[in-house]
């Protein structure tokens, strides 16, 4: 799986690149090999971070649903009880 940039994101990612070697390596890069460098990092280290993020997102998934009983459960024949409680307090 090749991860595909938009046109702007893709501008961003080179100019990035380029910046980044203009600051901390010797010489600098150009627009095509900086272009080059992020097709490698897309096509080869791409698929790593973006199957992290779905295995976080699965495990978040998944807890949610564990917990879904905490999450949406609502107490059953509540009227009486809360009526009984505003008599109390209004005394």
Do not use: C, H, T
Not at 19 to 37: D, T, V
Not at 55 to 61: G, I, L, S, T, V
Not at 74 to 84: G, L, V
């Amino acid at each position: 799986m090749i991860l595909e940039l938009s046109k702007p994101a893709r501008a961003d990612a080179v100019a990035s690149i380029q910046r980044y070697f203009q600051e901390n390596m010797r010489e600098p890069i150009g627009e095509l090999p900086a272009g080059l460098l992020l097709n490698y990092f897309l096509e080869e280290i791409g698929p790593v971070i973006y199957n992290r993020a779905i295995a976080d997102a699965q495990a978040r998934m998944q807890q949610r649903a564990l917990d879904l009983s905490g999450e949406l459960y609502a107490d059953e024949f509540q009227y009486w009880p809360r009526a009984d409680a505003k008599r109390k307090n209004r005394r």
